[in-house]
């Protein structure tokens, strides 16, 4: 029993540590804001955003696997899960980003960003 435990905590730390680089390196992104990333377009959206919008994924996928035992489940129920979230994730990002785009262009003459 004492073994379960053991790889329990270290499961726990090494889900800690990977959380912990990819929120570190989205907040080192945050503050720098490279030009090459923040200045221009891809689909519509900076590469800065796309690189939050996908670590921020990857984030949510591990602490699924990790924390939701997704790993332990029948193959079916993980992909059930999964992509139904990646899906609704996506839509409400593409619905985001399409009203917050024609909020923008429709106030900018009106209000001062």
């Keep these: 029993m004492a073994h379960a435990h ?3 905590t270290k499961r726990i ?3 800690l540590i ?3 680089v990819i929120t ?3 907040v080192i992104f945050g503050i720098i804001k490279p030009p090459s990333l923040h200045l221009t ?3 519509g959206i900076s590469p800065l955003n796309w690189l939050f919008i996908i670590l921020t994924l990857v984030k949510a996928y ?3 696997w990790a924390f939701m035992h997704l790993e332990g489940e029948k193959k079916w129920l993980r992909r059930s899960v999964v992509w139904t979230s990646i899906f609704l994730i ?3 990002m593409t619905l985001m980003l399409i009203e917050g785009s024609y909020l923008y262009s ?3 003459p009106l209000v001062k960003w």
């Design 90 to 92: 996506c839509y409400l």
């Design 18 to 20: 990977l959380l912990t």
């Design 13 to 15: 730390w090494v889900v």
């Design 62 to 64: 591990y602490i699924a």
């Design 106 to 108: 429709t106030l900018s």
């Design 41 to 43: 377009t891809f689909f």
């Design 24 to 26: 570190t390196v989205e």
């Design 6 to 8: 053991e790889s329990n």
